[in-house]
């Protein structure tokens, strides 16, 4: 597990839902769509955090 990786995918989250937000507040359909891209980015990052980490508990 790299603590590093998974900071990056919470502050991906955490920017994904900001500008998803300012996208329903400006009403910007392109920004609404950024922004739940980036929100998936990070999902998929996490996952691949979460299969680094059961592949160590297997190996050890």
């Given at each position: 597990?790299?603590?590093?990786?998974r900071v990056?995918a919470a502050?991906?989250?955490?920017?994904?839902?900001?500008?998803?937000?300012?996208?329903?507040?400006?009403?910007?359909?392109?920004?609404?769509?950024?922004?739940?891209?980036?929100?998936?980015?990070?999902?998929?990052?996490?996952?691949?955090?979460?299969?680094?980490?059961?592949?160590?508990?297997?190996?050890?």
């Open positions: 597990m790299s603590i590093e990786d990056r502050a991906k989250n955490i920017e994904g839902k900001l500008q998803e937000g300012l996208g329903e507040v400006t009403g910007d359909p392109k920004d609404k769509a950024e922004g739940k891209a980036k929100q998936a980015e990070a999902e998929v990052r996490n996952s691949i955090e979460n299969v680094k980490d059961e592949a160590k508990k297997v190996i050890d």
